[in-house]
């Protein structure tokens, strides 16, 4: 069987046809491995989204522990703050001052 070249009248000899199945089979394997690993890459690539978008949640929940800790520490700083700057507190001074002095 010959084979015609698309652009040309003339035939195609049989071995230079079968050289011309191969380098296509050939891509086509080739395709189809570059097909695998892209998908495999792709596969990767999802998994390391899923990985950095919990990432991104663990931080921001770490970022919301310690902004609820400080807004504690803040809190707590600002009643003592008002326990010392209340009467009873300098009314009582010498009292505790008394005590210190006495051991208890």
Known sequence: MMTMRPDE????PEA???????ERDGAE??????RER???????????LR?????????????????AARAERDAARAELAALRASTSW??????RRLARRLGR
């Open 51 to 67: 990985e950095a978008e919990a990432a991104r949640a663990a931080q921001a929940a770490a970022v919301a522990e310690r902004d």
């Open 16 to 22: 230079e046809a079968a050289l011309l199945r191969l």
């Open 9 to 12: 009248t003339q035939p195609i």
């Open 38 to 48: 892209l998908g495999d890459r792709l596969t990767e690539l999802g998994v390391a």
């Open 90 to 95: 300098r009314v009582t001074a010498p009292l």
């Open 29 to 34: 394997a080739e395709a189809r491995a570059l």
